[in-house]
């Protein structure tokens, strides 16, 4: 059973860090396309970054660019979001997704989700 467990969310003061993991078990190979998305009180889903593993092709909305990084560690199995420079604006509760069979890309319509983690930044 293929399953996302995330991990590393919590509360910060504008400007720090923070890093969100995503576990991932029951696939037979690591899926090829991978993503983070987040959703903050009364707004829609919006993806934040996509990384397509096989040619290690990174992808970032403008709201994050330069300030987050999506990585992978296969032999862990899990991937990361690495959040720095954090704005208010980036309070939301944030979800990792795997498995997607077309081309990767941010916000694509992945099979796979992880129950999404808070992340509340104060200024």
């Known amino acids: 059973q293929v399953r996302l467990v995330e991990s590393g969310g919590g509360s910060v003061q504008a400007g720090g860090s923070l890093r969100l993991s995503c576990a991932a078990s029951?696939?037979?190979?690591?899926?090829?396309?991978m993503g983070w998305f987040r959703q903050a009180p009364g707004k829609e889903r919006e993806g934040v970054a996509s990384l397509y593993r096989i040619k290690s092709i990174t992808s970032y909305s403008d709201s994050v660019m330069g300030r987050f990084t999506i990585s992978l560690d296969p032999v862990k199995n899990t991937f990361y979001l690495e959040m720095n420079s954090l704005k208010p604006e980036d309070t939301a509760v944030y979800y990792c997704?795997?498995?997607?069979?077309?081309?990767?890309?941010?916000?694509?319509?992945?099979?796979?989700w992880g129950q999404g983690t808070q992340v509340t930044v104060s200024s």
């Open positions: 997704a795997a498995y997607f069979a077309g081309t990767c890309r941010i916000g694509a319509a992945f099979r796979d």
């Open positions: 029951g696939y037979t190979y690591m899926p090829g396309c």
